[in-house]
Nanobody
């Protein structure tokens, strides 16, 4: 059973930065897509960014493009989400997910999820 553990969340002011990490218990990241989703208060979970470490190809949602960067280290089984220029609307619980998804933004295609880490951005 793949276990994912997120870390790096916290509270920052508008314009601040945070780096989230997602560590896997298994060596699955090199074979699968790894994605970040987020769930703002009272809203549905939404796609943020994804990476295929085998090729280095990344996908980023329009809402965070130019501010968030996804990267990873295969040897460490870890994926990162560097978040810059944070805005209050980025406040959410951020989840890491992985799987052999065909569509990078298709939430149901990811079978493995972390427990989430809270990011709060104050104005």
């Amino acid at each position: 059973q793949v276990q994912l553990v997120e870390s790096g969340g916290g509270s920052v002011q508008t314009g601040g930065s945070l780096r989230l990490s997602c560590a896997s218990s298994e060596h699955t990241f090199s074979r699968n897509l790894v994605a970040w989703f987020r769930q703002p208060p009272g809203k549905e979970r939404e796609f943020v960014a994804a990476i295929r470490l085998s090729s280095g190809i990344t996908y980023v949602s329009n809402s965070v493009k130019g501010r968030f960067i996804i990267s990873g280290e295969t040897a460490k089984n870890t994926v990162y989400l560097q978040m810059n220029g944070l805005k209050p609307e980025d406040t959410a619980v951020y989840y890491c997910a992985t799987g052999a998804a065909l569509r990078y933004d298709a939430l149901p295609q990811y079978p493995y999820w972390g427990q989430g880490t809270q990011v709060t951005v104050s104005s």
